[in-house]
């Protein structure tokens, strides 16, 4: 590598306590709040308005994995209120944060972010500015420039991705995640552990996003492990959000590889929840990256010992905490995984990834082929 850059342009504030300072980003702008109907986002909803000041409105409906018919929907309401929000501020996970992004490249407005997407054509105005408050360990997005737009009923997943959609600024205060119930905390922090390895695996790898996924890996599993054997333990959320936030700032620089490319069709024919859908097949991609890239190998290594036993050490990682150990056990027959292996290989994040599809592992039941492919 002759040289490399870096570029993530949010202002972030992290800790236990930096919610209280988000009054003073939002600094009087009229802003539209998108965030969950939750009962544990109320209490944090409250103390928002009582330090900033109430929403213009809230939209608070946000399905996982947002569509484009959810998204025509809210944006139908937001412009027969004719609001007009000077920012929008997002306090949730990533399907409020993706949410968020669509709602600011359009001004609430369905039609022009579409149009975008499909075409490619220069947007009609900036976006919206966006304050994101995470409330998961987390997806990343509020660190990212794109959202991810699904399309059910063709069948499809959209990339909105644009440079005006970075957050302006970003506030992660481990405290709000505390309540969160077991599934979407291994979910979210799955996500964040594969968006630390696909870092790593990363043909737009750097110096730079090499140490922050390997600080990040290390901190998630270390997360995970102990919120597994004990949800209450407050430490391990600041561990788990500090994990999470240097992953962002990895992956908002090399963007995901192929474990994510798998896991769309994974979620959309199969309703297997995003970070699940990524991170079950992990250990199949590392043994595909490992001996394609030094560095790479270098930072495995670090993060698992030796690296002829470093795939099954992820596995066995992923079995305690009861991630499925095939596509099999997530309903996936073995001609559909081939379909989607060879579909993600050729996909945009797919070639992000260093290794080759002859190194990925397909297992073939043994009582179809007696042998499995190497």
């Not at 390997?214 to 949800?231: I, K, Q, T, Y």
């Not at 995901?256 to 970070?275: E, K, M, Q, R, W």
């Not at 290594?301 to 150990?325: E, H, K, N």
């Not at 379909?339 to 039941?365: C, H, L, S, W, Y």
């Amino acid at each position: 590598m002759t040289g490399w850059s870096f570029h993530n342009p949010v202002r972030l504030h992290f800790g236990d306590g930096v919610f209280d300072e988000v009054a003073d980003a939002i600094a009087g702008r009229p802003y539209l709040l998108v965030t969950h109907p939750d009962a544990a986002m109320r209490p944090w909803r409250a103390h928002l308005a009582g330090r900033a000041g109430a929403p213009l409105a809230a939209v608070d409906d946000i399905e996982p994995n947002p569509s484009l018919a959810m998204l025509h929907r809210i944006c139908d309401r937001l412009t027969a209120a004719r609001l007009e929000p000077a920012l929008i501020v997002a306090l949730g996970g990533g399907s409020v944060m993706d949410t968020a992004k669509f709602l600011a490249a359009g001004h609430g407005r369905y039609t022009p972010v579409v149009h975008y997407m499909e075409s490619g054509l220069p947007p009609e105005r900036p976006a919206l500015p966006i304050i994101a408050i995470p409330t998961t360990s987390g997806t990343g997005s509020d660190l990212t420039r794109w959202a991810t737009i699904w399309d059910p009923e063709q069948g499809r997943k959209l990339s909105l991705d644009r440079d005006d959609l970075y957050a302006e600024a970003v506030f992660v205060d481990p405290r709000i995640t505390e309540s969160l119930p077991w599934p979407i905390t291994l979910s979210s922090g799955l996500d964040a552990l594969s968006h630390a390895l696909e870092s790593l695996w990363n043909v737009n790898a750097t110096p730079v996003t090499r140490d922050f996924a390997v600080a990040a890996a290390r901190d998630l599993m270390a997360g995970l492990a102990r919120l597994n054997g004990d949800p209450l333990d407050v430490g391990a959320r600041t561990v788990m959000a500090l994990g999470a936030t240097r992953a962002g700032l990895a992956f908002s620089n090399t963007r995901t590889a192929l474990a994510h490319n798998i896991s769309y069709p994974v979620t959309l024919d199969h309703g297997i929840a995003h970070g699940i859908a990524c991170s079950f097949c992990l250990p199949d991609v590392m043994r595909a990256a490992i001996g394609a890239d030094g560095d790479c190998d270098a930072a495995l290594a670090g993060l698992f010992g030796d690296l002829d036993a470093a795939p099954g050490r992820l596995r066995r990682f992923l079995d305690d905490l009861g991630v499925a150990a095939g596509p099999d056990a997530l309903g996936i027959a073995p001609d559909e995984w081939r379909e989607i292996v060879d579909a993600a290989f050729a996909g945009p994040r797919g070639r992000n990834f260093i290794g080759t599809r002859d190194r990925f592992p397909i297992a073939i039941p043994a009582a179809a082929a007696g042998v499995a492919e190497a």
